[in-house]
């Protein structure tokens, strides 16, 4: 694990989030559009993990279900906002200052774990790894294939075309989404993929 503020990532993540909230944008967050969509896929009950959770609107929509909700960030001042914005609501989140490249979730150790705007390849074995038999996987974030050029400048923080199916081909697919270009593309899901996918064993 790492330290808070130990390293550059860490440094640049709560520069962001400092400027969010001087803005006031940490105050106007909403979970992800694959959560909010596709919620009804959630189980009863569970252990759930928030991934570089940010101020972790994705963490409190997953306690708002009933699951035990963990948020997980580099940046200390996403995970404090979280603390603030969980107690105002009486919600319990067990968060935890956490550099997930170096220190991903162990084997076998969540029922769902969900990761939106963010990517790292090297780690996505560790992230499957680490959901439970029938655990589910809810991720979402930018492509290359895009109609806006919202999201990360690099190409290497987004999707190539049907990527998000390769790297999770160890999952049972339960919905998949890319739209990229085809189309009105004033309308529909652009910019994004999102998979959900089942561990079945």
Same mark, same amino acid.
């Given at each position: 694990?790492?330290?808070?503020?130990?390293?550059?990532?860490?440094?640049?993540?709560?520069?962001?989030?400092?400027?969010?909230?001087?803005?006031?944008?940490?105050?106007?967050?909403?979970?992800?559009?694959?959560?909010? /969509?596709?919620?009804?896929?959630?189980?009863?009950?569970?252990?759930? %993990? $928030?991934?570089?959770?940010? =101020?972790?609107?994705? @963490?409190?929509?997953?306690?708002?279900?009933?699951?035990?909700?963990?948020?997980?960030?580099?940046?200390?001042?996403?995970?404090?906002?979280?603390?603030?914005?969980?107690?105002?609501?009486?919600?319990?989140?067990?968060?935890?200052?956490?550099?997930?490249?170096?220190?991903?979730?162990? /084997?076998?150790?969540?029922?769902?774990?969900?990761?939106?705007?963010? %990517? $790292?390849?090297?780690?996505? =074995?560790?992230?499957? @790894?680490?959901?439970?038999?029938?655990?589910?996987?809810?991720?979402?974030?930018?492509?290359?294939?895009?109609?806006?050029?919202?999201?990360?400048?690099?190409?290497?923080?987004?999707?190539?075309?049907?990527?998000?199916?390769?790297?999770?081909?160890?999952?049972?697919?339960?919905?998949?989404?890319?739209?990229?270009?085809?189309?009105?593309?004033?309308?529909?899901?652009?910019?994004?993929?999102?998979?959900?996918?089942?561990?079945?064993?």
């Amino acid at each position: 694990m790492t330290a808070p503020g130990s390293n550059k990532e860490s440094d640049k993540w709560n520069a962001i989030y400092q400027s969010r909230q001087q803005t006031g944008e940490t105050t106007k967050l909403s979970p992800a559009y694959i959560l909010q /969509e596709f919620h009804h896929l959630l189980p009863a009950q569970g252990k759930a %993990l $928030d991934l570089a959770s940010g =101020p972790g609107a994705n @963490a409190l929509f997953l306690a708002q279900h009933n699951m035990e909700s963990h948020a997980w960030d580099i940046s200390s001042i996403a995970i404090e906002k979280l603390k603030e914005i969980s107690s105002s609501l009486n919600l319990d989140i067990k968060t935890e200052v956490r550099d997930v490249v170096t220190s991903p979730p162990e /084997e076998n150790s969540f029922d769902v774990i969900v990761v939106s705007h963010f %990517l $790292d390849r090297q780690i996505m =074995p560790e992230i499957i @790894a680490a959901l439970r038999e029938n655990g589910l996987l809810f991720y979402q974030t930018f492509t290359r294939t895009r109609v806006q050029d919202s999201g990360p400048s690099s190409d290497k923080y987004r999707l190539g075309k049907n990527e998000l199916l390769d790297l999770c081909k160890d999952l049972d697919t339960i919905v998949y989404r890319e739209e990229g270009t085809i189309g009105d593309t004033e309308s529909g899901f652009r910019n994004e993929a999102l998979f959900i996918g089942q561990r079945s064993k």
